[in-house]
């Protein structure tokens, strides 16, 4: 399939209900080649303050109900089914990723947006009843959840389309107003989802300004959020070192901050070890490894360590590399030369330090500019750099264990502590790792890469605060009111 959507995507920002452009732009490339498939504006401070200005606006003004915004929400999930081809060609034009997965991220957005808007029909509060302490009457007490305002959405490149969703569907549902800000390299699919959300806001009659989209440098248009006092939420996905940026100088906002990860998987002597192979080079590699929660770390018992570095090597084996719109490539080209150069550094310093790659190990030239194909890497010690630092490419490092005692103490020797797998058949040590690995998700018998769009997903430590998945978002979008009503008196 070739990339005739992305030949010349040229976008303009969302403000107030108008599509506008700026002084300046910035191009967008295709990470497989280097080419420009399009251009947005680069938003000035002033932009994004108007931006937040008719958010706010429009926040004070929108009447929209519940079932109002349910229809906002699927009208919007609509839209973008409709153009499901087109846009996975735009999200692998300026992300990189194979096209079979560009198609699963659009599925995956149109869900999340019909999961918000269903949402947004059960914004429960709950009876509390006053009698429950000692000296008080049965009074007849009860919360209600009630929006905050302005809730801005800032997203990263490795899940352009789905990652926005999950930010912006949630805050809609709540009864915000959005301003959403798309990383710099992966802007255009963001913007087609806007496209689809302004078309649905017209359609319900929300004011304008409800939803709006501003590109450009984060350093500008995340400044200019942090510093505007109408802003009310912030929900970011990005590097943990902009998160504890945002987290040091938000004051009062609400943050939900969805930062890296260094995540462990478990295999151990009692479980599958083919199958546990395929599920873990799946988990590695997907989108050529550029996922806050793949598979970063296997830990593995020493009994079977042999045994499953020759599985993962068969399951890297069966893997197609190389062009991204190839319906049959898994694995193709990173976003950009920066992250591209960092898997690079890092898998060099490590075989320098003594792993052995049983597989894989070449990048760039006749496999494509910025791919790095699968690599399987024995002999790996905690403390090299594909073990202990967030990789976020194709690399496999195995590192074995003598006893599962040791095995938790290496899944919790990190910084981070975002998800985490274990394969196993023993219940009792499933409940112990379970109990014990300090991460915000334990998958038994999956990788720690597993997630589903309404699930609770989030981080502990360096991995982030909140979480993400669309009841559990919802309820950082909102906030909660005790409503009383006691005896009155007669006149």
């Known amino acids: 399939m070739s990339l005739e959507v992305a030949s010349r995507l040229d976008k303009q920002m ?52 519940a079932y109002e915004r349910y229809e906002l929400l699927t009208a919007a999930a609509d839209r973008l089914e409709e153009r499901a081809d087109e846009v996975a060609n735009v999200v692998t034009s300026e992300q990189g990723k194979p096209l079979s997965e560009s198609r699963t991220e659009v599925d995956r957005a149109v869900q999340t947006l019909r999961l918000s808007g269903e949402e ?21 007490c009860f919360t209600q959840r009630e929006p905050l305002g302005v809730v801005a959405a800032i997203t990263p490149f490795n899940f352009p389309l789905n990652l926005m969703v999950h930010k912006v569907g949630p805050a809609l549902a709540a009864g915000n107003a959005v301003v959403g800000k798309p990383a710099s390299n992966t802007p255009l699919s963001s913007i087609v989802l806007f496209e689809c959300l302004a078309e649905a806001a017209e359609e319900v009659d929300a004011p304008d300004g409800l939803v709006n989209v501003v590109t450009g440098s984060g350093s500008t248009v995340g400044d200019a959020i942090l510093d505007h006092e109408a802003v009310e939420a912030i929900s970011f996905t990005g590097s943990t070192d902009v998160g504890k940026y945002l987290a040091n100088n938000s004051g009062m906002k609400e943050l939900t901050l969805e930062l890296g990860g260094n995540d462990p998987t478990i295999v151990w002597d009692d479980t599958d070890i083919e199958q546990a192979a395929e599920q873990l080079v799946g988990g590695a590699c997907s989108n050529a490894g550029q996922v806050c929660n793949s598979v970063e770390r296997v830990l593995v018992h020493e009994t079977v360590e042999e045994e499953l570095v020759d599985a993962l090597v068969d399951a890297a084996e069966s893997l197609t590399v190389g062009d991204p719109t190839d319906d049959e490539t898994d694995v193709a080209s990173m976003v950009d030369d920066d992250q591209f150069q960092t898997v690079v550094d890092l898998f060099e310093a490590t ?81 112990r790792a379970a109990d014990e690995i300090d991460a915000g998700g334990v998958n038994i018998n999956t990788v720690s890469g597993f997630r589903a769009d309404h699930m609770p997903y989030g981080g502990f430590k360096d991995s982030g605060v909140g979480k993400e998945g669309i009841k559990y978002a919802l309820d950082h979008f909102s906030r909660e009111k005790l409503v009383g009503f006691h005896q009155g008196f007669n006149a």
């Open 351 to 431: 075989v320098e330090q003594g792993a052995t790659v049983e597989y894989g190990g070449n990048y760039g030239g006749d496999l494509g500019e910025r791919v790095f194909e699968p690599t399987v890497l024995s002999g790996v010690t905690p403390e090299m750099p594909a073990a202990s630092e967030e990789v976020f490419g194709p690399l496999v490092p195995v590192i074995p264990v003598s006893d599962f005692d040791e095995a938790i103490e290496e899944a919790n020797n990190t910084n981070y502590g975002l998800e985490a797998g274990l394969f196993t058949q023993d219940i009792d040590r499933g409940k």
């Open 120 to 140: 947004a029909k059960r914004m429960f509060g709950e009876y509390v009843p006053m009698d429950g302490q000692k000296g008080f009457a049965k009074d007849h």
């Open 14 to 65: 969302l403000i107030d209900g108008e599509w506008v452009d700026a002084d300046d732009r910035t191009d967008v490339s295709y990470p497989y080649d280097g080419s420009t498939v399009g251009s947005v504006p680069v938003a000035s401070a002033e932009q994004v303050n108007e931006a937040i200005e008719a958010a706010d606006r429009a926040y004070q003004e929108s009447t929209l109900s």
